[in-house]
């Protein structure tokens, strides 16, 4: 069955560096979105991602955010400057329709700012 | 802004009987509602959605439904097992928006 991978499982970064969350979604599928999850709270959205533009975007997913598809399959996130705050668990997503409908998410980059 | 309300208290039950779980949203009703299961350290994993104008619906052992005059989304796991112990997510897309809002979701544990 396909299934949305990332890469890698976790990652560890010194404050104020740069890094990138990579995903492959499933290959049908059109829309595209990243969420994160600080540890112990709920699964807040991020950004979507359609026809190689972001259709929509939070207040969390500010300048220091950006998403990229490079290719056919790659879907990135890069966060330019990080922060002690941005550790969380990073959920990559996508879906055959917009977000009213079933998402399939990958198992998440665990993302540590020390 | 909406809100999602789930029990923050996990659920206990015993295998065999049936585990109910309640999400309450306040201001305006959503087109859509979605419930996803999550364990620990892994992403959510889709398992029913349900239309405003749909009273239930079933697949295999779990039910949903939706109530919008009370605000408020049921989920039903009928003679649980020890398997499905994990948190459960409530999830929609209210109208005029398009992004996904999640609750914080409720752990549910079944013991054997």
């Known amino acids: 069955e396909p299934e949305v991978t990332q890469t890698p499982s976790h990652q560890v970064t010194q404050m104020g560096q740069e890094v990138i969350l990579r995903c492959v979604p499933i290959s049908n599928h059109l829309y595209f979105y990243w969420y994160r999850q600080i540890l112990g709270q709920k699964v807040e959205f991020l950004v979507s991602?359609?026809?190689?533009?972001?259709?929509?975007k939070s207040e969390i997913f500010d300048d220091q955010f950006s998403v990229e598809r490079p290719d056919g399959s790659n879907f990135t996130l890069k966060i330019r400057s990080t922060k002690l705050e941005d550790s969380a668990m990073y959920f990559c997503?996508?879906?055959?329709?917009?977000?009213?409908?079933?998402?399939?998410f990958g198992p998440g980059t665990r993302l540590t700012v020390t | 802004s909406q809100k999602i309300e789930q029990n923050s208290e996990a659920l206990n039950i015993q295998e065999g009987k049936t585990a109910t779980l309640t999400c309450n949203y306040t201001?305006?009703?959503?087109?859509?509602l979605q419930w996803y299961r999550q364990d620990p350290g892994r992403g959510p994993v889709f398992l029913l959605l349900?239309?405003?104008?749909?009273k239930e619906k079933r697949k295999e052992r779990l039910k949903v439904t939706f109530d919008t005059t009370l605000k408020q989304s049921l989920f039903h796991i009928t003679a649980s097992q020890p398997a499905d112990s994990a948190t459960y997510l409530c999830?929609?897309?209210?109208?005029?928006?398009?992004?996904?809002?999640f609750g914080k979701g409720t752990m549910l544990l079944v013991s054997p």
């Open positions: 999830a929609l897309v209210p109208p005029g928006y398009s992004t996904l809002t």
């Open positions: 997503a996508s879906s055959t329709q917009g977000q009213a409908y079933e998402q399939y």
């Open positions: 991602f359609y026809n190689n533009e972001i259709s929509e």
């Open positions: 349900i239309r405003e104008n749909e």
């Open positions: 201001n305006y009703s959503p087109a859509y």
